[in-house]
């Protein structure tokens, strides 16, 4: 059985990099960007997701070098898989401002919708895990339903939220959902969109009263913030400082983490560490990270100098 399953698109990304360069056909999405979060802490995670008829060998390999379970990894004939670009701000948030990108993403869109027509029959060994850690925008997509089913069988519910932070088409919907999730961590400008607020203290006050027992908010950078039921006290994570490559997939690696940080300790100081821990490997080099057999070692000497930054607030 697997004790960690993840869904999430993956996605064929062009990225620029922090130095200027410009890298093709990587391999992204939420999909194996938070199973690679949550394989540094933990080797029995399953990646679920849909690709097209296109996925070239080298995409592959690559999604093999992540080292978790990919029966999950349902393939469609006469569908494309999804394809974006990867330009940053100076926030290290995607920007989608000019008109040929904002084209890109109407493409993306309808090419979603493609493969979202394909509901997927999970392996049994996917059908009862420690957490089902969910990487989407819809609330109300196949996947959600089948996850609710197995929280009504134990498992714990997590969700990193993708919200149109543009247009807040799915602000509510979302919203409305959120007390069926266990652990939540959305990114720094869904937290304050939905909040109203930009003060962390502020902001965090709000997620802690949706019915949520662990919230985590990501904000780059600039670290993250945590709370959960259990201590019900609010933490600021630093990042840990290392040579900064490409922020692509970054708090997808943290969301994964901090979801098996989250079943393991129940409490969020712990948990966010991990996650910040994983994004930490992800942020260091160009595309995905892969798995290697020192990153254990390695992730708990973060984990151990981490600990001692984190602040209360």
């Given at each position: 059985?697997?004790?960690?399953?993840?869904?999430?698109?993956?996605?064929?990304?062009?990225?620029?990099?922090?130095?200027?360069?410009?890298?093709?056909?990587?391999?992204?999405?939420?999909?194996?960007?938070?199973?690679?979060?949550?394989?540094?802490?933990?080797?029995?995670?399953?990646?679920?997701?849909?690709?097209?008829?296109?996925?070239?060998?080298?995409?592959?390999?690559?999604?093999e070098?992540?080292?978790v379970?990919?029966?999950?990894?349902?393939?469609?004939?006469?569908?494309?898989?999804?394809?974006?670009?990867?330009?940053y701000?100076e926030?290290?948030?995607?920007?989608?401002?000019?008109?040929?990108?904002?084209?890109?993403?109407?493409r993306?869109?309808?090419?979603?919708s493609?493969?979202?027509?394909?509901?997927?029959?999970?392996?049994?060994?996917?059908?009862?895990?420690?957490?089902?850690?969910?990487?989407?925008?819809?609330?109300?997509?196949?996947?959600?339903?089948?996850?609710?089913?197995?929280k009504?069988?134990?498992?714990?519910?997590?969700?990193?939220?993708?919200?149109?932070?543009?247009?807040?088409?799915?602000?509510?919907?979302?919203?409305?959902?959120?007390?069926?999730?266990?652990?939540?961590?959305?990114?720094?400008?869904?937290?304050?969109?939905?909040?109203?607020?930009?003060?962390?203290?502020?902001?965090?006050?709000?997620?802690?009263?949706?019915?949520?027992?662990?919230?985590t908010?990501?904000?780059?950078?600039?670290?993250?913030?945590?709370?959960?039921?259990?201590?019900?006290?609010?933490?600021?994570?630093?990042?840990?400082?290392?040579?900064?490559?490409?922020?692509?997939?970054?708090?997808?690696?943290?969301?994964?983490?901090?979801?098996?940080?989250?079943?393991?300790?129940?409490?969020?100081?712990?948990?966010?560490?991990?996650?910040?821990?994983?994004?930490?490997?992800?942020?260091?080099?160009?595309?995905?990270?892969?798995?290697?057999?020192?990153?254990?070692?390695?992730?708990?000497?973060?984990?151990?100098?981490?600990?001692?930054?984190?602040?209360?607030?």
């Amino acid at each position: 059985m697997i004790d960690y399953v993840v869904y999430g698109k993956i996605i064929i990304d062009n990225i620029k990099l922090l130095s200027g360069e410009i890298i093709n056909e990587q391999l992204g999405g939420g999909g194996p960007q938070g199973a690679f979060g949550a394989r540094v802490w933990d080797d029995s995670v399953g990646l679920v997701t849909r690709i097209g008829d296109n996925f070239p060998t080298s995409i592959q390999e690559k999604l093999e070098g992540i080292q978790v379970n990919l029966e999950g990894v349902k393939q469609y004939v006469g569908v494309p898989t999804l394809q974006s670009s990867m330009f940053y701000d100076e926030n290290d948030y995607v920007n989608y401002t000019t008109e040929e990108r904002k084209a890109m993403l109407a493409r993306f869109r309808e090419n979603l919708s493609q493969l979202l027509a394909n509901d997927i029959e999970l392996p049994t060994s996917y059908k009862n895990p420690k957490v089902i850690h969910l990487v989407t925008e819809f609330v109300d997509e196949n996947m959600m339903l089948q996850a609710l089913e197995m929280k009504k069988k134990g498992s714990i519910l997590s969700l990193e939220p993708l919200v149109d932070v543009h247009q807040w088409t799915n602000r509510d919907p979302m919203i409305e959902f959120m007390p069926s999730v266990e652990c939540i961590s959305p990114d720094w400008p869904t937290a304050c969109g939905f909040s109203g607020e930009t003060d962390p203290l502020r902001v965090m006050k709000w997620w802690t009263k949706k019915g949520v027992k662990c919230v985590t908010l990501r904000d780059g950078r600039r670290g993250s913030y945590g709370w959960d039921a259990f201590h019900d006290r609010i933490y600021h994570i630093p990042i840990i400082e290392v040579p900064r490559i490409d922020p692509t997939g970054c708090g997808n690696s943290y969301a994964g983490g901090t979801a098996v940080g989250w079943e393991k300790f129940k409490d969020v100081k712990i948990a966010a560490a991990m996650g910040t821990v994983s994004a930490t490997f992800m942020i260091q080099v160009p595309g995905i990270a892969f798995w290697k057999e020192d990153m254990k070692m390695q992730a708990n000497l973060y984990l151990e100098r981490l600990m001692d930054s984190i602040q209360e607030l």
